[in-house]
């Protein structure tokens, strides 16, 4: 084994054993090396010249230039396991199959910025990706250098160029490099999970998966989630989905007459506040208001303000909250649902079920398409649009961009041109992303003293907070100018804390106590949720609820019927409502009681209480945490069941034709003009086709200084 080592360690004996490889005689090891060596190289180059992954900092940069090693080891070691001729061959059959993976992917990434999964290999046309019809037009002659190397090596085998090893290497020496691979791809995965904490579990974006473990492992991850996924689908029965909507349908409750349809037909915008907390609405800094903007919308007459309404995610974060909030589902209780299943389940989403009131729909983010799988997930929502950041011109300089995207201001800003273009009424979803841990900033947009706890990630985030109410309030001005304010329904909630529990000191610090304890953490998972509408009945509403009201509560407003959905929450404005609010690991907040962390207090005084010593709270929390653990488990058997697609009892529903959307930019900008063209009610049409985006005023600092157009 040592002389082995040597041998391969000493650059000299190297070049020799390189040269009879490509002259004369090439012992089988020599020749593995070399293949290890091009698919490593062809994989590296092709990381760095057709995909984006996103890579930051020297250890990103390591791991990718490790990551395509490991599996090149495992693969092409299998060749040492055998003699003469067939070795080479399985080695160069090796080579061939991650070259296939990788062109495939170029191909595919260049069109989709995603990376090729098995569930869409196997269903392509159902996710409407259309593979195979505009191959001919994305592929560029320089892709097929991927395969260069390995019909060089074919010839040279061929023409006897590379004279055959008949005696090949002892068995043991083969292991030995198979389990050398084994050993770099954990030491790779060490690494990465140091980097990022969650990356299998919460699986946040394929990109991430490949830039931190390579391509091949990626094949293997999708491999094993999509097994998974497909084991729970067979074994899931059309009478599952009977038992959970007779649960679903016993807890519903009526809506509320004198708001029941009061807001039909307008246009609603879901403005997603990112890593927003109940707690800043009139929170003060040195007597300044954090959030003026927002606080004058939440106190304004036509706003319903909720102040008892929680945040309910998982580790899907983000993802969690949009699962809610469009289709009043849970998350799931580990990763992202619209990660694992958003891309081939069945949806009673929102947009789908406003398409059927003669809603279009448009989801925008500054992040990249395939963040959470949104790419895939909203055309099973239903969305005809999705504006993400390759739809935002000035997402392209990094300096307009911080954290996961696009800065707010001008995020908002830019998506005006699209908004002009919609179709009224529509249903249009915009996702905040600038208050987002660690709530850094450029100087230039810092207008707001940071607080003073002394934990850093945790001062700036009344900052980042600052300025995106600065773009909200600047957004609203826009709605005023060009009509939109008065005819639109605007729902805005903050998706989940923006400091976590890990910051108690600097919790207790911002709400000027000296410590903080369960009960504490408990309120300060309230985010804020508000409906203002023209006209509506507002004021700051005391009821318990979380996001998976937010679907029930707002249709309701709408008017459109409900019967038979299935919705695990209710319309907050239903007075019938039993209020108890689930949390995603089991714990539940009711207006009297609530359990956190596996303690009981008394919601409104936050005294601890010991169930043995109090009856009344032992029945209460029976009947509550009994309505909580079957809510997830039913919800939970919903997603990983796939069991939407049972439901053909409502007949005046019609399932989502994924298909029928494409995100691409240059196909939905095509298609949004011919639509508003065949329906002429956008602001856009309107105004006779003249643009409004010029009475969008902002004081972004990127506008002036010429970093955005
Ligand atoms: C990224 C953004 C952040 O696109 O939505 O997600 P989060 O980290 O908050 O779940
Ligand atoms: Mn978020």
């Known amino acids: 084994m040592m002389s082995f080592l040597k041998q391969v360690l000493s650059p000299k004996q190297w070049w020799q054993q390189l040269k009879k490889t490509t002259d004369s005689s090439a012992p089988i090891v020599w020749f593995f090396i070399l293949n290890v060596i091009l698919v490593w190289v062809k994989t590296y180059v092709n990381y760095l010249m057709n995909f984006n992954l996103g890579v930051v900092g020297p250890i990103q940069q390591f791991l990718l230039i490790l990551n395509p090693i490991p599996t090149a080891i495992i693969l092409l070691s299998l060749a040492l396991y055998f003699r003469g001729a067939l070795s080479y061959w399985l080695a160069i059959v090796m080579n061939l199959i991650q070259s296939m993976w990788l062109f495939a992917n170029v ?52 023409f006897h160029q590379i004279k055959i090893d008949k005696k090949g290497i002892q068995k043991r020496y083969a292991v030995l490099t198979t389990l050398l691979g084994v050993v770099l791809m954990f030491v790779d995965y060490g690494i990465a999970s140091v980097d990022r904490s969650g990356l299998l579990t919460r699986s946040f974006d394929n990109n991430y998966i490949v830039k931190y473990l390579g391509l091949n492992e990626y094949v293997v991850f999708n491999a094993v989630q999509t097994y998974n996924q497909s084991n729970s689908r067979k074994q899931a029965k059309p009478a599952d989905l009977k038992k959970i909507q007779a649960f679903t349908a016993q807890n519903q409750t009526p809506a509320n007459v004198q708001y ?160 002009e273009q919609l179709p009224q009424p529509f249903y249009a979803k915009l996702i905040t992303v600038t208050n987002h841990y660690p709530y850094e900033l450029d100087k230039q947009n810092i207008s707001f003293p940071a607080t003073k706890t002394g934990d850093n990630t945790v001062d700036g985030y009344v900052q980042t907070a600052h300025y995106l109410d600065q773009a909200f309030g600047e957004f609203i001005d826009y709605m005023k100018k060009v009509g939109l304010y008065d005819n639109s329904v605007f729902v805005l909630y903050g998706d989940h804390y923006g400091i976590s529990e890990n910051h108690q000191p600097a919790i207790a610090q911002l709400l000027g106590k000296s410590s903080v304890n369960n009960y504490d953490l408990a309120q300060f998972q309230k985010v804020p949720f508000m409906i203002h509408a023209t006209g509506l009945a507002g004021g700051v509403n005391h009821t318990y609820g979380g996001e998976i009201d937010m679907m029930p509560t707002l249709l309701d407003l709408l008017g459109v019927p409900t019967t038979g959905m299935t919705m695990f929450g209710h319309d907050l404005l239903s007075t019938a409502d039993s209020q108890i609010v689930v949390f995603r690991d089991g714990d539940w907040v009711t207006p009297k009681y609530m359990k956190y962390r596996n303690q009981y207090f008394n919601t409104e005084t936050g005294e601890t209480l010991s169930l043995d010593q109090d009856p009344e709270l032992k029945a209460a929390a029976k009947k509550a945490q009994d309505y909580a653990d079957k809510s997830l488990s039913y919800s939970d058997k919903i997603i990983t069941g796939d069991l939407l697609r049972f439901d053909t009892s409502r007949s005046n529903f019609h399932a989502v034709n994924k298909k029928e959307f494409d995100y691409q930019k240059s196909a939905a900008l095509k298609i949004l003009k011919r639509n508003q063209e065949s329906n002429p009610s956008s602001v856009l049409a309107k105004n006779n086709g003249h643009s409004s985006t010029d009475d969008y005023t902002t004081d972004a600092p990127e506008y002036s200084n010429g970093n955005a157009k």
Do not use: C
């Open 107 to 158: 191909l595919y990434y260049r069109e989709f910025s995603d990376f090729l999964s098995i569930g869409i290999i196997g269903s392509g046309s159902s996710t409407g990706n259309n593979l195979g019809k505009s191959i001919v037009a994305i592929i560029h002659l320089s892709d097929y250098l991927i395969f260069l190397d390995i019909i060089l090596l074919v010839l040279l085998l061929i």
């Open 260 to 419: 029941y349809g009061t807001q039909k037909g307008k246009n609603v915008f879901v403005i997603h506040l990112e890593s927003f907390q109940q707690f800043l609405i009139d929170y003060k800094v040195d007597g300044q208001e954090v959030t003026p903007n927002l606080n004058q919308f939440y106190h304004d007459q036509n706003t319903l303000s909720y102040d008892n309404f929680y945040n309910q995610v998982g580790q899907g974060k983000t993802s969690d909250a949009e699962m809610m909030q469009e289709n009043s589902l849970y998350g799931l209780a580990t990763g992202s649902a619209m990660v694992k299943y958003g891309t081939n389940n069945t949806f009673e989403a929102m947009p789908a079920v406003l398409a059927q009131q003669g809603y279009t729909s448009a989801a925008f983010h500054g992040d990249v398409g395939t963040f959470w799988n949104r790419n895939n997930t909203y055309k099973s929502f239903g969305y005809n649009y999705y504006f993400s950041k390759e739809f935002y011109p000035n997402a392209k300089k990094s300096s307009n961009n911080v954290g996961y995207g696009l800065k707010d201001k001008i995020f908002l800003k830019d998506s005006a041109q699209y908004i």
